[in-house]
């Protein structure tokens, strides 16, 4: 079985900027969850969906969004980014919610 | 709120040593699932345990053991013999339940950096 897909795998872009970031799940998986990771604060919780819907949000502000398509998988934009929202982006699956987590290799945003 | 402390930044050791990670949680909710996660230089998190807050029996899986001790909230990890490709950062991690008020949300300690030496 495939593992959970990143795309773009590196990206830059400048301030003020919007981005999206897209994850494909392990197939039959129907819980994708993002993280956000950095050296300060570490690996912190995005948010979840299952089947299409949200399920769970982080502490993050409403510039960072996200949705899940009807194949499961899911794509997070973020608007206006600020150069703190540089950072590794790890998207997850899970067969089920609670269930253990498959992470894809990330997505490095560098914005400057 | 639910808090997870990994006390320990960094260790080395020795290959053939064998490693405790430790790791201490803190949740409100009665029913919740605690993991492990391995992060090696390539950046991809492994999943190496998942385990239910009603089910406190140690696991072990080759080389990787855990003690679970749900009276000092702890959750620890052992390598044994450790080898060089168990050089990375691990990361213990917290979960609610679909019963609890942190439902399935993830929450990370800080992680132990581990360095194997040959």
């Known amino acids: 079985k495939a593992g959970v897909t990143q795309t773009p795998r590196y990206l830059i872009k400048t301030r003020g900027q919007q981005v999206t970031l897209s994850c494909s799940p392990i197939?039959?998986?129907?819980?994708v969850s993002w993280y956000q990771q950095t050296p300060g604060q570490g690996l912190q919780f995005l948010f979840e969906?299952?089947?299409?819907?949200?399920?769970n949000k982080g502490n993050f502000p409403g510039r960072f969004s996200g949705r899940q398509f009807s194949n499961s998988r899911s794509e997070m934009n973020v608007s206006t980014l600020e150069l703190g929202d540089s950072a590794l982006y790890l998207c997850?699956?899970?067969?089920?919610?609670?269930?253990?987590?498959?992470f894809g290799p990330g997505t490095r945003l560098t914005v400057t | 709120a639910q808090k997870v402390t990994q006390a320990q930044t960094e260790i080395s050791v020795v290959e053939k040593e064998d490693v405790t990670l430790d790791c201490v949680y803190e949740?409100?909710?009665?029913?919740?699932?605690l993991f492990w996660y391995k992060q090696p230089p390539s950046g991809e998190l492994v999943f190496l345990i998942r385990?239910?807050?009603?089910?406190?029996q140690n696991e072990i899986s080759g080389r990787y053991s855990w003690n679970f001790q749900k009276s000092t909230s702890s959750f620890n990890f052992t390598i044994t013999a450790s080898q060089v490709v168990d050089s990375a950062v691990y990361f213990c991690?917290?979960?609610?339940?679909?019963?609890?008020?942190?439902?399935?949300?993830?929450?990370f300690g800080a992680g132990t950096t581990v360095t194997v030496r040959a």
């Open positions: 997850a699956s899970s067969s089920r919610q609670g269930g253990e987590q498959y």
């Open positions: 197939s039959g998986h129907r819980s």
């Open positions: 969906y299952f089947s299409e819907t949200q399920r």
């Open positions: 949740t409100r909710d009665t029913t919740y699932y």
């Open positions: 385990r239910n807050s009603f089910d406190e």
């Open positions: 991690a917290l979960s609610g339940t679909v019963y609890s008020s942190n439902d399935y949300k993830l929450s």
